[in-house]
T-cell receptor, first 113, second 114 residues
Framework: DQQVKQNSPSLSVQEGRISILNCDYT??????FLWYKKYPAEGPTFLIS?????DKNEDGRFTVFLNKSAKHLSLHIVPSQPGDSAVYFC????????????FGKGTRLSVIA | ETGVTQSPTHLIKTRGQQVTLRCSSQSGHNTVSWYQQALGQGPQFIFQ???????GRGNFPPRFSGLQFPNYSSELNVNALELDDSALYLC?????????????FGPGTRLTVL
């Protein structure tokens, strides 16, 4: 039973455009959500997080939106750059992060110059 | 500030052997979590250590065991290796501080079991 789902295995976007990566979850006890970026041969790098008490969090070109009623979150990257090409993982946890992270399978983003 | 480091980078073992993977946590972090990432999957939680005690375990058999040392570095031991143990093993460190705790990952150890 997959509690965190990323239904798009891959996404291609032109440089300068918006990239939107989606994530759905099933466990209503999750209260903290994170996005990680992973390059080949490296570990996941923390990108941005959001608590369930918020519906939006911004950090530079990255914005995460949370829709609790739909159990859905999305990561927006504007403008997309070739260096953003990587695998993006959505992760969720309970108890404000003090429990194990549950990951989706990832979405491979390709930003085309 | 030093990030999370792991050793070795790559490892090849045969079925039935035992392996030890090592992790040094980020400076100031007292909690270490281990994850297994199989090909095409997201990382899966193995267990977590906090102040040298196991503090939570995922759905992995007892042949996966670990240790945390007083300096908060950690080891993951896997006995009686199976082919399905081939994966990227990731270590993440954190501080367990309120109100939110974020886990920071090392580069991983790629284990191949033949």
């Amino acid at each position: 039973d997959q509690q965190v789902k990323q239904n798009s295995p891959s996404l291609s976007v032109q440089e300068g455009r918006i990239s939107i990566l989606n994530c759905d979850y099933t466990n209503s006890m999750f209260d903290y959500f994170l996005w990680y970026k992973k390059y080949p041969a490296e570990g996941p790098t923390f990108l941005i997080s959001i608590s369930s008490i918020k519906d939006k969090n911004e950090d530079g070109r990255f914005t995460v939106f949370l829709n609790k009623s739909a159990k859905h979150l999305s990561l927006h990257i504007v403008p997309s750059q070739p260096g953003d090409s990587a695998v993006y993982f959505c992760a969720a946890s309970r108890n404000s992060g003090n429990t194990p992270l549950v990951f989706g399978k990832g979405t491979r983003l390709s930003v085309i110059a | 500030e030093t990030g999370v480091t792991q050793s070795p980078t790559h490892l090849i073992k045969t079925r039935g052997q035992q392996v030890t993977l090592r992790c040094s946590s980020q400076s100031g972090h007292n909690t270490v979590s281990w994850y297994q990432q199989a090909l095409g999957q997201g990382p899966q939680f193995i267990f977590q250590y906090y102040r040298e005690e196991e503090n939570g375990r995922g759905n992995f058999p007892p042949r996966f065991s670990g240790l945390q040392f007083p300096n908060y570095s950690s080891e993951l031991n896997v006995n009686a290796l199976e082919l399905d143990d081939s994966a990227l093993y990731l270590c993440a460190s954190s501080t367990r501080t309120a109100p939110r705790d974020t886990q920071y990952f090392g580069p991983g150890t790629r284990l191949t079991v033949l």
